[in-house]
């Protein structure tokens, strides 16, 4: 079976070894599973990296490669998306609204309208 882990080294250009153990590690145990739906779990980890950062309140350079991971993560989901246009304008619409989400919920807990 074709994983999404298999799916993530066959990228060309290669991405920095760093940067591709990072996703591997954010994507935890999806990273076995078909690449199917690699962009469906390549979306869920970054939002779930990136929820965790605002959580933590890191979002300065300290987690550079957080922030890469997340936006790498992203990428890749619409890379994936790519090769199947008619399912690309529907993850586009979701993952901005899901991300948009998360970042609202977080402007409205410091009070910041």
Known sequence: MATVRAWLERRDPVPPEA???HVIQAL?????LSQQE???HCLAAAERL??????LRRTGRD???????ADAL??????HD?????????????????IAAL???YESAEGVA
């Open 19 to 21: 940067l591709v153990a």
């Open 28 to 32: 935890g145990g999806d990273a076995d």
């Open 38 to 40: 690699t962009a469906s």
């Open 50 to 55: 990136l929820e965790s950062l605002l959580d």
């Open 63 to 69: 987690s550079a490669l957080d922030l890469l991971t």
């Open 74 to 79: 992203a990428t890749y989901a619409f890379e």
């Open 82 to 98: 790519a090769a199947v246009p008619a399912q690309l304008d529907a993850h586009a619409s979701e993952s901005m609204r899901r």
């Open 103 to 105: 970042g609202a919920r």
